[in-house]
């Protein structure tokens, strides 16, 4: 097995944490989380969406996205319907309070995306993004399957079992 640091999905989670410590701050000073962030930055960039689009394109559970919607709802920020002719579907769209914070928002982000990119060099983070896109692409498209040996399957049955 390879070492606890040379693990993909923990360097993956290290990478995170080490890009949201500089944009924190940043979303701390404006009373929002990062899971509101992203549904408001989704919002801004795509505009109406239905829930259930609105949270695969921001990675969110329903339960979750309905609380942040809820929330978000509550402080002004965007505004909830349901779609004609289907009203089991919730269309969310920012309100003109929600686009102007967006906006504010906006550009102190890209303040620090130029600090993040100053930090590493712009082209090592472009080559950086398209690499990351690249890896979800394929790994959607071409799944990796693990394949537990028989063993394996008797030991999982047998303790799921005692449980």
Do not use: N
């Amino acid at each position: 097995m390879r070492r606890l640091d040379d693990s993909l999905p923990l360097k993956l989670l290290r990478a995170r944490e080490a890009v949201m410590d500089h944009f924190r701050p940043h979303l701390h000073l404006h009373g929002v989380t990062e899971q509101q962030w992203r549904v408001l930055r989704a919002l801004a960039e795509y505009g109406p969406l239905d829930a259930g689009s609105l949270a695969r394109r921001v990675c969110l559970l329903m339960p979750s996205l309905s609380r942040i919607l809820r929330d978000l709802a509550g402080q002004g920020l965007l505004k909830r319907s349901r779609k004609a002719g289907d009203g089991r579907k919730v269309i969310v769209v920012l309100s003109p309070g929600g686009r102007a914070l967006f906006q504010k928002m906006s550009q102190e982000s890209e303040q620090i995306y130029s600090s993040l990119a100053a930090a590493i060099g712009p082209e090592k983070l472009d080559a950086l993004a398209s690499e990351l896109e690249q890896l979800i692409t394929i790994l959607h498209s071409e799944p990796v399957h693990f394949q537990a040996s028989d063993k394996d399957r008797r030991t999982a049955a047998a303790t799921s079992a005692v449980i």
